[in-house]
C-alpha cells in the first residue's frame, strides 16, 4: 500500500480510520457504510479484499511520520494536513477514479478480472497450438470455472477471431490508455508483463492499477447483461446475475418494497415476522444507498423519540443526501 | 528395462536414455517395491515418479516440506503439457480444498504437505480413490539428526500406515548413512527397502572460485565475465536487493536479457519469469536461493556465486541447475573476505534463540500462526510432542551442526587443492577421474577469461537475437489481442 493509495480517502475533516479499512474489504456494516458514504468512497466497498490490517497501519504510521495526517479529536480519527493535501495534489496522476465501478455491486471483482484473464490465455495458447504453459491463476475454482467453459465453446466457428470480436468491443468503448493497460496484463501465446514492468511505465499506483481493471470488468458486465447477443463467449464466462448483485440486500430490499407500498416499519417486521431492530437496520441500509429515499414518509409514521440512535442515524443520513458531492 | 518404459521416457520427457540410477528407481516402483533414492539434485529426481506413474495409472501422492517446491512440481508439469496434477495446500480456501478433493480421481499427482495430508478428510479421501505411489520428498527432513528436519515429517509412518500405498518411494538429495537409516525406521519400511545412491558428481561443470576484495570488484568481476560466458545462466545472490539491482545493470550496461527473481515476487510474476527463461527468451535470472529448486531447464551454462551459500548442500543444489544436459558447463564463486561475516549471520536466521523459546513454551497458543519462521518451527515441535528442554537441546546442536558445515565449507572455498575431491569427499563419494584442466582451478583463479576459452565456454560477442523480443512486446490494446489471437 502506497502512501498515496490511503491519502486519497483521507480529507481536512476527521475520520475514524479503520472504517476506510473496513471499507476497502469489504465490511458491509451500517457504520461502515455510513462512514464510507458521509467521506465519498462507497464506491470502493469490496476493492481491496486482500488488503491486511497490519499493512494498512503500518501505511497509516508511515502518513503520521511525514506529518500527512494528524489526529482528530475524536479517539483514531485523522485528517489531511496543509501537507498532506500538497502531496495528495502532487500525486494527483497516481489516482485513478472509476467511471463503472461499484464495489458494493461487485465484490468478487477480482476474482472476476482472474477468470477473464486466464480465459484469454487459454483461447490464445489453444490459438497458437500450445499445450505446454502455466496457467495465469493458481485459483483452483477459477481453473475449473474456465475448463468447463472451454468445453462449451470451444467448437465454436473461428474461436479467437469471435474473442477479439468481444474484446473489441468492450475496450474500445473505454479511454485508450484504459484500455491499453488492461490489455498489458492479459496473458497469453509468447505474452506477458511483469507487474514491475507495468509500473515502470504508469505513474498509476498499485492500487489504481488495480481499480482500472475493476472499472473495465464493471464495463464488460454491464455490456454482457445489456446487450447478451453481441458476447456470446464472454457471456458464458462471466454470467452477469453471478458477478454483479443488486446494491441492497435482498432482505433490505424486501423491506424497502413493502415500505413504498406504504406499510410501517412495526407493520412490515410483523408481517416478516423480524425483530423492529432488523427493519430499522434494513431502513438505515436503505436511506443510505438509494437515491430517491423519501425520508418524509419515515417521519410521517415513525413513533420513537428524536433522541434514539436511529432517529440520529436517520437525520445524519437525510443531511448528507442533501448535499451530495462528487468525489 | 522393457520398451514401453523407453517410449514413455522419449514421448513424455523427450530423453533418449536414463540418468544413472533413474532406471533402477523405477523398476523397482514398478515392481511395487519401497525405494530409497538417494540422487543429487539435477539427476532428475521428478522423472523417478514421474514416469511410473504414466505407466501404471493410478493416483500418485507427493509429499513435499515447502509450498514453493509444490508450485515448481506443478509448474514444471504443467510446461510438459501436464495438466492432471494439484497441489493441496494452505494458501487454499476450504471451498477450494473440497472441490478439489471431490474432483480427485481425475487427476494424476497429488502435492500435498504432510500437515495437509494428516487431516482426517485428506486420509478418508485418499483411502476412497487408493494410493498408487506415495513419494516422500527431501525425505531427510524426517529426520531430527538432519539440519532440515520438520516435524511434521513425523507423522508420515502413521499416515503411511493409514494409506496402505501400492509402493513408496523416498526421494532425498543428501543423507548421511545415520539419516538412512532414521528414513527407513520412522516411515516403518525398514525391511523391504531398495536402496539406491548414486555419486554426486557432476563431471561437466567445472568448479572455479575467483577472489575479490570487496563488493565493487564483483560487480566489475562480473561485468568483465558476462560478455564472454556462454549463456544462459544463473547467478546467485544472497539479498533480494542485490539480484534487483545486478539485473538491472546487466541488462541495461551489457545488454543482456536478465530478470531478477526473488521470493516476494507475485506468483504472476514467478511463472512469467520462468515461462521466459524456458523459451530462451531471458538469458541471465539474479536470484536468491528461492529459485529453481523445480526447475527443469536443460541447458544452462553456468552457475556463478556473487555470494556463496554457507554448506556443501547448498552449493552442490545450486551448481546442479547448469549442465543438465550433459555439456560442458561452469560453477564460478565469488569470494570476498566480507563474506565470512554475511554467512555467519545467516546461520542464525530463523532459528529461534533461548529467550523466544522460553516465551514461546509460556503460552504456545499465542504464537500459532504467527508466519515467523522461528515461532512457526516451535509450533511444529509442541505440536509433535516436544518439551522445552528437548527442543533447546536440539536447535543448539543444529546450530553447532550449521556452524561445522560453514567451516567445512570454507576450507573447499579457500582450497589450494582439488576442489571436486573436496566435494565429493564430503558426501562420502571418491573421485573417478584424477584432477585434470577439466575438473576444477586449484586456488583462486587469476584469470577466469582464459579458463573460458581453456573448457570452450568463452564467446567473442553475445548475439543479440532474441534479447530485443521482450523490449518489443506490443503495449498497445489493438496489437495486444493481434499478437495473442491472430
Ligand atoms: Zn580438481
Given at each position: 500500500m502506497e502512501a498515496i493509495d490511503l491519502i486519497?480517502?483521507?480529507?481536512?475533516q476527521p475520520q475514524r480510520y479503520k472504517a476506510i479499512y473496513y471499507g476497502l474489504v469489504g465490511k458491509k456494516t451500517i457504520s461502515n457504510l455510513l462512514a464510507a458514504k458521509k467521506n465519498n468512497?462507497?464506491?470502493?466497498?469490496?476493492?481491496?479484499?486482500?488488503?491486511s490490517l497490519t499493512t494498512f497501519q503500518k501505511c497509516l504510521q508511515g502518513l503520521l511520520r511525514a506529518d500527512f495526517v494528524a489526529a482528530g479529536e475524536v479517539a483514531d480519527s485523522f485528517y489531511l494536513t496543509a501537507a498532506g493535501q500538497h502531496y495528495r495534489q502532487a500525486q494527483q496522476p497516481a489516482i485513478f477514479i472509476p467511471s463503472y465501478y461499484q464495489g458494493l455491486c461487485i465484490p468478487q471483482g477480482q476474482q472476476g478480472i482472474e477468470l477473464l484473464y486466464l480465459a484469454i490465455q487459454v483461447i490464445s495458447e489453444y490459438h497458437h497450438g500450445q499445450k505446454h504453459y502455466i496457467p495465469g491463476t493458481t485459483n483452483y475454482l477459477l481453473q475449473q470455472r474456465v475448463r468447463q467453459w472451454f468445453q462449451q465453446v470451444k467448437?465454436?466457428?473461428?474461436l479467437s477471431q469471435q474473442l477479439v470480436q468481444e474484446l473489441t468491443r468492450w475496450l474500445t468503448a473505454l479511454p485508450a490508455d484504459q484500455a491499453d493497460f488492461v490489455a498489458q496484463n492479459f496473458q497469453g501465446y509468447q505474452f506477458g508483463f511483469q507487474q514491475s514492468e507495468l509500473a515502470d511505465k504508469t505513474p498509476l499506483s498499485g492500487y489504481s492499477q488495480q481499480l482500472v481493471q475493476l472499472d473495465a470488468l464493471a464495463l464488460l458486465l454491464q455490456y454482457l447483461a445489456q446487450q447478451p447477443q453481441a458476447f456470446p463467449l464472454l457471456g458464458q464466462l462471466l454470467i452477469p446475475d453471478q458477478w454483479v448483485q443488486p446494491i441492497l440486500s435482498y432482505s433490505a430490499n424486501l423491506t424497502y418494497q413493502a415500505f413504498m407500498a406504504g406499510q410501517s416499519l412495526k407493520q412490515i417486521g410483523y408481517k416478516r415476522r423480524l425483530k423492529d431492530s432488523t427493519i430499522r437496520e434494513h431502513i438505515l441500509e436503505v436511506a443510505l444507498l438509494m437515491p430517491g429515499f423519501d425520508f418524509e414518509q419515515l417521519k410521517q409514521q415513525d413513533d420513537l423519540p428524536p433522541t434514539d440512535y436511529f432517529n440520529i442515524r436517520v437525520a445524519e443520513i437525510q443531511e448528507m443526501s442533501g448535499h451530495e458531492r462528487p468525489n | 528395462m522393457n520398451a514401453q518404459i523407453e517410449t514413455v521416457l522419449k514421448s513424455k520427457f523427450g530423453y533418449d536414455h536414463f540418468r544413472p540410477g533413474q532406471a533402477q528407481i523405477i523398476q523397482g516402483v514398478l515392481d511395487q517395491q519401497n525405494v530409497l533414492g538417494i540422487l543429487p539434485t539435477g539427476s532428475g529426481k521428478s522423472l523417478c515418479y514421474q514416469l511410473p506413474t504414466y505407466i501404471q495409472g493410478g493416483l500418485t501422492v507427493v509429499v513435499s516440506p515447502l509450498i514453493s517446491l509444490m508450485q515448481d512440481q506443478v509448474i514444471q508439469l504443467n510446461l510438459q503439457g501436464e495438466k492432471r496434477v494439484i497441489s493441496l495446500n494452505s494458501t487454499l480456501n476450504m471451498v477450494e480444498q473440497q472441490a478439489i478433493l471431490s474432483n480427485l480421481s481425475h487427476y494424476l499427482f497429488l502435492l500435498i504437505a504432510p500437515e495437509t495430508l494428516g487431516r482426517r478428510d485428506v486420509l478418508t479421501r485418499l483411502q476412497q480413490i487408493g494410493v498408487q505411489l506415495l513419494v516422500i520428498d527431501e525425505a531427510h527432513c524426517i529426520s531430527q539428526w538432519g539440519v532440515d528436519f520438520r516435524p511434521s515429517y513425523l507423522q508420515l509412518g502413521t499416515i503411511r500406515a493409514k494409506l496402505r500405498p501400492k509402493s513408496t518411494l523416498m526421494l532425498t538429495a543428501t543423507a548421511t548413512q545415520r539419516v538412512q537409516q532414521d528414513i527407513l525406521e520412522k516411515l516403518g519400511v525398514s525391511a523391504t527397502t531398495q536402496k539406491v545412491t548414486f555419486s554426486v558428481d557432476r563431471p561437466n561443470i567445472f568448479l572455479d572460485v575467483l577472489q575479490c576484495p570487496d563488493d565493487q570488484a564483483k560487480v566489475a568481476q562480473l561485468k568483465e565475465l558476462l560478455p564472454h560466458l556462454a549463456l544462459p545462466g544463473i547467478i546467485y545472490f544472497g539479498s533480494r536487493k542485490k539480484a534487483q539491482a545486478m539485473a538491472q545493470i546487466i541488462q541495461q550496461d551489457l545488454g543482456i536479457s536478465a530478470a531478477y527473481y526473488h521470493g516476494a515476487l507475485a506468483t504472476k510474476d514467478r511463472y512469467l519469469i520462468q515461462q521466459r527463461f524456458m523459451a530462451h527468451q531471458l538469458q541471465v535470472i539474479c536470484a536468491t536461493?528461492?529459485?529453481?529448486?523445480g526447475i527443469n531447464k536443460k541447458d544452462i551454462r553456468f552457475v556463478i556465486h556473487y555470494h556463496l551459500p554457507t554448506n556443501f548442500e547448498s552449493y552442490l543444489q545450486e551448481i546442479g541447475r547448469a549442465g543438465r544436459d550433459g555439456q560442458q558447463s561452469i560453477a564460478i564463486g565469488f569470494n570476498s573476505p566480507d563474506d565470512y561475516q554475511r554467512q555467519l549471520a545467516l546461520l542464525h536466521m530463523g532459528l529461534p534463540d533461548d529467550t523466544m523459546i522460553k516465551l514461546f513454551y509460556?503460552?504456545?497458543?499465542?504464537?500459532?500462526?504467527?508466519?515467523?519462521t522461528a515461532f512457526d518451527l516451535l509450533w511444529a515441535y509442541q505440536q509433535n510432542g516436544f518439551d522445552q528442554q528437548q527442543v533447546q537441546k536440539l536447535l543448539q546442536h543444529k546450530l553447532i551442526e550449521k556452524q561445522q558445515e560453514l567451516t567445512a565449507f570454507n576450507q573447499f572455498i579457500q582450497s589450494q587443492g582439488c576442489r571436486r575431491q573436496l566435494l565429493l569427499a564430503h558426501f562420502g563419494n571418491e573421485l573417478t577421474h584424477p584432477h585434470d584442466e577439466q575438473c576444477c582451478y586449484r586456488g583462486f583463479d587469476p584469470k577466469p577469461l582464459v579458463r573460458l576459452k581453456q573448457i570452450g565456454l568463452y564467446v567473442n560477442q553475445q548475439p543479440i537475437a532474441d534479447q530485443q523480443v521482450l523490449a518489443t512486446q506490443p503495449r498497445k490494446w489493438q496489437q495486444i489481442l493481434r499478437h495473442i489471437l491472430e
Open positions: 486519497r480517502f483521507f480529507s481536512d468512497y462507497l464506491v470502493y466497498f469490496h476493492s481491496w479484499p486482500r488488503l467448437h465454436y466457428p473461428q | 536461493n528461492a529459485f529453481g529448486m509460556q503460552q504456545p497458543k499465542k504464537f500459532a500462526n504467527t508466519g515467523d
